[in-house]
Protein backbone atom coordinates (compact mmCIF):
# COMPACT_ATOMS: atom_id res chain seq x y z
CA UNK A 1 0.00 0.00 0.00
CA UNK A 2 1.59 3.43 -1.50
CA UNK A 3 0.04 5.13 1.62
CA UNK A 4 2.20 3.46 4.01
CA UNK A 5 5.43 4.87 2.66
CA UNK A 6 3.79 8.25 2.87
CA UNK A 7 6.66 10.64 4.85
CA UNK A 8 5.33 14.22 4.06
CA UNK A 9 2.66 15.67 2.49
CA UNK A 10 3.21 19.70 3.28
CA UNK A 11 1.93 22.33 1.05
CA UNK A 12 0.23 19.49 -1.08
CA UNK A 13 -3.43 22.01 -1.02
CA UNK A 14 -1.97 24.80 -0.40
CA UNK A 15 -3.09 28.28 -1.92
CA UNK A 16 -5.70 26.47 -3.42
CA UNK A 17 -8.23 29.41 -2.69
CA UNK A 18 -10.88 27.92 -4.61
CA UNK A 19 -11.38 24.14 -3.60
CA UNK A 20 -14.47 23.90 -2.11
CA UNK A 21 -14.38 20.09 -0.21
CA UNK A 22 -16.97 19.21 -2.58
CA UNK A 23 -16.69 16.02 -4.90
CA UNK A 24 -17.75 16.66 -7.86
CA UNK A 25 -16.50 13.50 -9.64
CA UNK A 26 -19.20 11.08 -8.66
CA UNK A 27 -20.95 8.57 -10.31
CA UNK A 28 -25.05 9.83 -11.15
CA UNK A 29 -27.35 9.22 -8.11
CA UNK A 30 -24.93 9.40 -5.31
CA UNK A 31 -24.16 12.52 -3.02
CA UNK A 32 -20.85 14.23 -3.12
CA UNK A 33 -18.53 13.93 -0.66
CA UNK A 34 -18.31 17.26 1.03
CA UNK A 35 -15.55 18.58 3.31
CA UNK A 36 -12.84 16.96 5.04
CA UNK A 37 -12.45 12.88 4.91
CA UNK A 38 -11.22 10.80 7.68
CA UNK A 39 -10.08 8.65 4.64
CA UNK A 40 -7.48 11.46 3.99
CA UNK A 41 -4.97 10.16 5.53
CA UNK A 42 -6.20 6.18 6.24
CA UNK A 43 -2.32 3.36 6.88
CA UNK A 44 -0.36 6.51 6.91
CA UNK A 45 1.63 4.82 9.72
CA UNK A 46 4.93 6.78 8.25
CA UNK A 47 3.37 10.16 7.68
CA UNK A 48 5.86 12.77 9.95
CA UNK A 49 4.29 16.30 8.22
CA UNK A 50 1.02 17.40 7.19
CA UNK A 51 2.68 21.04 7.82
CA UNK A 52 0.09 23.35 5.56
CA UNK A 53 -1.22 20.53 3.74
CA UNK A 54 -4.47 22.66 3.60
CA UNK A 55 -2.78 26.36 3.95
CA UNK A 56 -4.68 29.24 2.38
CA UNK A 57 -7.96 27.29 1.15
CA UNK A 58 -10.85 29.27 1.62
CA UNK A 59 -13.47 28.39 0.23
CA UNK A 60 -13.34 24.77 1.99
CA UNK A 61 -16.21 23.78 3.61
CA UNK A 62 -17.13 21.22 5.93
CA UNK A 63 -15.89 19.70 9.85
CA UNK A 64 -12.50 18.56 11.00
CA UNK A 65 -13.48 14.65 11.84
CA UNK A 66 -12.38 13.20 15.36
CA UNK A 67 -10.47 9.73 14.00
CA UNK A 68 -8.58 12.42 10.95
CA UNK A 69 -4.95 11.45 12.49
CA UNK A 70 -5.77 8.24 13.53
CA UNK A 71 -3.45 6.14 11.91
CA UNK A 72 -0.52 8.49 11.86
CA UNK A 73 1.62 7.64 14.70
CA UNK A 74 4.47 8.86 14.05
CA UNK A 75 2.98 12.12 13.01
CA UNK A 76 5.57 15.71 14.05
CA UNK A 77 4.58 18.50 12.02
CA UNK A 78 1.22 20.44 11.85
CA UNK A 79 1.71 23.44 11.94
CA UNK A 80 -0.21 25.82 9.29
CA UNK A 81 -2.32 22.69 8.51
CA UNK A 82 -5.45 24.79 7.61
CA UNK A 83 -4.27 27.94 8.19
CA UNK A 84 -7.12 30.63 6.21
CA UNK A 85 -9.26 27.95 5.72
CA UNK A 86 -12.24 30.58 6.97
CA UNK A 87 -15.05 28.08 6.11
CA UNK A 88 -14.10 25.08 7.87
CA UNK A 89 -17.24 24.69 10.80
CA UNK A 90 -17.85 23.10 14.00
CA UNK A 91 -14.89 22.32 16.60
CA UNK A 92 -11.43 20.84 16.82
CA UNK A 93 -11.98 17.40 18.09
CA UNK A 94 -10.51 16.50 21.54
CA UNK A 95 -9.34 13.04 20.14
CA UNK A 96 -7.51 14.85 17.12
CA UNK A 97 -3.88 14.02 18.56
CA UNK A 98 -4.51 11.24 20.40
CA UNK A 99 -2.31 8.46 18.46
CA UNK A 100 0.27 10.90 18.02
CA UNK A 101 0.69 12.24 21.35
CA UNK A 102 4.71 10.50 21.60
CA UNK A 103 6.06 12.22 18.34
CA UNK A 104 3.99 15.48 17.54
CA UNK A 105 6.48 18.59 17.86
CA UNK A 106 4.74 21.74 15.90
CA UNK A 107 1.61 22.99 15.76
CA UNK A 108 1.82 26.39 15.17
CA UNK A 109 -0.97 28.35 13.32
CA UNK A 110 -2.26 25.19 13.02
CA UNK A 111 -5.79 26.94 12.84
CA UNK A 112 -5.04 30.42 12.70
CA UNK A 113 -7.86 32.53 10.51
CA UNK A 114 -10.38 29.40 10.88
CA UNK A 115 -12.85 32.26 11.39
CA UNK A 116 -15.99 29.80 10.95
CA UNK A 117 -15.21 27.65 13.72
CA UNK A 118 -17.78 27.90 16.62
CA UNK A 119 -17.56 25.42 19.52
CA UNK A 120 -15.62 25.44 22.34
CA UNK A 121 -12.11 24.37 22.43
CA UNK A 122 -12.54 20.71 24.09
CA UNK A 123 -11.67 19.58 27.69
CA UNK A 124 -10.91 16.36 28.57
CA UNK A 125 -13.31 13.82 30.21
CA UNK A 126 -11.99 12.81 34.24
CA UNK A 127 -14.14 10.31 36.87
CA UNK A 128 -15.76 12.64 39.66
CA UNK A 129 -15.80 11.18 43.11
CA UNK A 130 -18.47 11.54 45.34
CA UNK A 131 -17.40 10.34 48.25
CA UNK A 132 -14.65 8.45 50.74
CA UNK A 133 -14.77 5.24 52.47
CA UNK A 134 -11.14 4.53 52.20
CA UNK A 135 -7.88 5.83 51.23
CA UNK A 136 -4.02 6.03 51.09
CA UNK A 137 -1.48 8.79 51.63
CA UNK A 138 0.99 9.75 49.06
CA UNK A 139 3.36 12.56 48.71
CA UNK A 140 2.37 14.72 45.61
CA UNK A 141 5.59 13.32 43.73
CA UNK A 142 4.21 9.91 43.46
CA UNK A 143 3.71 8.77 39.84
CA UNK A 144 -0.23 9.01 39.12
CA UNK A 145 -0.90 9.84 42.06
CA UNK A 146 -4.38 11.36 42.23
CA UNK A 147 -6.27 13.41 44.48
CA UNK A 148 -9.82 13.10 45.12
CA UNK A 149 -12.31 15.79 44.30
CA UNK A 150 -15.85 16.79 43.41
CA UNK A 151 -15.08 18.19 40.12
CA UNK A 152 -11.29 17.50 39.05
CA UNK A 153 -10.55 20.33 37.32
CA UNK A 154 -6.66 19.89 37.33
CA UNK A 155 -5.73 16.40 39.76
CA UNK A 156 -2.61 16.54 39.59
CA UNK A 157 -1.31 20.08 40.09
CA UNK A 158 -2.40 21.33 43.47
CA UNK A 159 -3.87 19.32 47.01
CA UNK A 160 -7.18 20.30 47.39
CA UNK A 161 -7.55 20.25 51.06
CA UNK A 162 -10.89 21.92 51.11
CA UNK A 163 -12.40 19.53 48.97
CA UNK A 164 -11.44 16.57 50.96
CA UNK A 165 -13.23 18.59 53.91
CA UNK A 166 -16.62 18.58 51.48
CA UNK A 167 -16.47 15.11 50.93
CA UNK A 168 -15.35 13.37 54.16
CA UNK A 169 -15.31 15.96 57.73
CA UNK A 170 -14.23 12.71 59.81
CA UNK A 171 -11.43 11.76 56.87
CA UNK A 172 -10.02 15.78 56.92
CA UNK A 173 -9.11 15.55 60.22
CA UNK A 174 -6.40 13.05 59.70
CA UNK A 175 -5.29 14.54 56.52
CA UNK A 176 -1.83 16.48 56.66
CA UNK A 177 -3.22 20.27 56.60
CA UNK A 178 -0.46 21.98 55.06
CA UNK A 179 -0.63 20.47 51.96
CA UNK A 180 2.10 17.84 51.69
CA UNK A 181 0.07 14.96 50.92
CA UNK A 182 -2.80 13.97 48.24
CA UNK A 183 -5.50 11.76 48.82
CA UNK A 184 -6.52 8.83 46.10
CA UNK A 185 -8.95 5.59 47.15
CA UNK A 186 -7.33 2.45 47.45
CA UNK A 187 -6.90 0.07 44.37
CA UNK A 188 -10.22 -0.99 43.15
CA UNK A 189 -11.76 2.54 43.37
CA UNK A 190 -8.70 4.57 41.61
CA UNK A 191 -9.32 7.50 39.59
CA UNK A 192 -8.68 7.13 35.98
CA UNK A 193 -8.37 9.32 32.95
CA UNK A 194 -11.41 8.92 30.48
CA UNK A 195 -9.80 11.03 28.00
CA UNK A 196 -6.73 13.33 28.06
CA UNK A 197 -7.17 17.11 26.84
CA UNK A 198 -6.26 17.92 23.09
CA UNK A 199 -2.23 18.67 23.99
CA UNK A 200 -1.93 16.47 27.45
CA UNK A 201 1.11 14.15 27.44
CA UNK A 202 2.30 15.77 23.88
CA UNK A 203 5.84 16.08 25.30
CA UNK A 204 7.74 16.41 22.54
CA UNK A 205 6.09 19.45 21.58
CA UNK A 206 8.66 22.84 20.73
CA UNK A 207 6.15 25.37 19.42
CA UNK A 208 1.74 26.13 19.79
CA UNK A 209 2.07 29.97 18.69
CA UNK A 210 -0.31 31.18 16.94
CA UNK A 211 -2.47 27.96 16.88
CA UNK A 212 -5.72 29.41 17.50
CA UNK A 213 -5.14 33.24 16.49
CA UNK A 214 -8.08 34.50 14.60
CA UNK A 215 -10.76 31.98 14.97
CA UNK A 216 -13.01 34.28 16.03
CA UNK A 217 -15.94 32.30 16.64
CA UNK A 218 -14.87 30.38 19.12
CA UNK A 219 -16.90 30.42 22.49
CA UNK A 220 -16.69 29.28 25.81
CA UNK A 221 -13.57 29.46 28.24
CA UNK A 222 -9.81 28.38 27.59
CA UNK A 223 -9.47 24.92 28.83
CA UNK A 224 -7.41 24.20 32.10
CA UNK A 225 -5.80 20.97 30.41
CA UNK A 226 -4.94 21.76 27.54
CA UNK A 227 -1.12 21.33 28.75
CA UNK A 228 -1.63 18.42 31.18
CA UNK A 229 0.57 15.98 32.07
CA UNK A 230 0.03 13.18 34.80
CA UNK A 231 2.76 13.66 36.68
CA UNK A 232 4.46 16.28 38.91
CA UNK A 233 7.72 14.95 37.09
CA UNK A 234 6.45 15.19 33.72
CA UNK A 235 7.18 18.93 31.70
CA UNK A 236 6.86 20.48 28.43
CA UNK A 237 11.11 21.00 28.74
CA UNK A 238 10.75 21.73 25.02
CA UNK A 239 8.31 24.03 24.40
CA UNK A 240 9.66 27.51 24.10
CA UNK A 241 6.84 29.41 21.98
CA UNK A 242 3.17 30.24 22.66
CA UNK A 243 3.07 33.55 21.13
CA UNK A 244 -0.54 34.47 20.05
CA UNK A 245 -1.80 31.33 21.05
CA UNK A 246 -5.09 32.73 21.59
CA UNK A 247 -4.86 36.04 19.87
CA UNK A 248 -8.19 37.30 18.50
CA UNK A 249 -10.21 34.50 20.33
CA UNK A 250 -12.46 37.24 20.35
CA UNK A 251 -15.88 35.04 21.04
CA UNK A 252 -13.97 33.72 24.25
CA UNK A 253 -16.31 34.55 26.98
CA UNK A 254 -15.70 32.67 30.06
CA UNK A 255 -13.05 33.10 32.61
CA UNK A 256 -11.96 30.65 35.06
CA UNK A 257 -12.75 30.83 38.88
CA UNK A 258 -10.88 30.17 41.80
CA UNK A 259 -13.64 29.09 43.91
CA UNK A 260 -11.22 29.52 47.40
CA UNK A 261 -10.79 32.74 46.27
CA UNK A 262 -13.69 34.13 44.67
CA UNK A 263 -11.56 35.43 41.49
CA UNK A 264 -12.43 34.70 38.38
CA UNK A 265 -9.21 34.65 35.47
CA UNK A 266 -9.14 34.43 32.33
CA UNK A 267 -7.78 31.13 32.47
CA UNK A 268 -6.39 28.81 34.92
CA UNK A 269 -3.51 30.50 36.92
CA UNK A 270 -1.55 27.12 36.62
CA UNK A 271 -2.07 26.43 32.79
CA UNK A 272 1.33 26.86 31.63
CA UNK A 273 2.80 25.82 35.09
CA UNK A 274 4.35 22.55 33.16
CA UNK A 275 5.77 24.75 30.48
CA UNK A 276 9.59 25.21 32.10
CA UNK A 277 11.47 26.27 28.86
CA UNK A 278 8.74 29.10 27.47
CA UNK A 279 11.16 32.07 25.92
CA UNK A 280 8.14 33.50 24.23
CA UNK A 281 4.81 34.91 25.33
CA UNK A 282 4.08 37.73 23.49
CA UNK A 283 0.82 38.48 22.57
CA UNK A 284 -0.43 34.96 24.19
CA UNK A 285 -4.16 36.55 24.88
Request: glycine share 8%; with cysteine; proline share 4%.
Amino acid sequence: NSAQLLQTVSHMFSGCRALSGVNLDVKNGEDPQTGISNEWFKDCGSLTSVAAFMNGCESFTGTIPEDLFVDCVKLQQAQYFMQQCKMVSGGIPLLLFDTCRKTITNTTGMFSGCESLDEELPIGEYETVQGITSYKLVTSTTENALRVVEHMNDPFTEVAYADVIALSPNLATIINASGNYYVIPEIGDVIEVKQLGLLSECLELTSISNMFNGCLKIPGGIPHDLLFTGSQSRKYTKLTNIEGLFKNCQGINKGYLEEETNITYICNPVLFEKCTALTNCSSVF
